[in-house]
């Protein structure tokens, strides 16, 4: 039996959350979320995520800062940003999630992460 990937999601709403593990947890990854980039970071030297979905609209530390935190420590993590704001605004990312969140919106970045 092979391990499943390991998806980060890190958003401050609990909906959003419950939502986005389900959608991840049917693609086939386990889930690791934190509601604030303070707890994702504390957790960077135990996981090793291959995704990360990452609301940009956090308290404390923002999510463009995040990001950026991401891509050094985890630079072959396929990024995927999400947020309310204009994708125009989203700092670089592998792929954009404008919310609302469509399960099949986020399907289809998924597949592209795994080519």
């Given at each position: 039996m092979t391990a499943r990937?390991?998806?980060?999601?890190?958003?401050?709403s609990a909906d959003q959350t419950a939502l986005l593990?389900?959608?991840l947890d049917r693609e086939g990854f386990d889930v690791f979320a934190a509601a604030d980039a303070e707890t994702a970071i504390?957790?960077?030297a135990t996981i090793s995520p291959a995704v990360t979905v990452l609301d940009l609209l956090l308290p404390g530390i923002s999510?463009?800062?995040l990001a950026r935190l991401i891509k050094i420590r985890f630079p072959d993590c396929f990024l995927i940003v999400s947020s309310v704001l204009d994708v125009a605004d989203y700092p670089d990312a592998d792929a954009a999630l404008p919310k609302?969140?469509?399960g099949a919106d986020l399907r289809a970045l998924l597949r592209e992460a795994t080519r």
């Open positions: 990937p390991l998806a980060l999601v890190v958003e401050d593990k389900r959608y504390a957790a960077f999510g463009t800062e609302p969140i469509i």
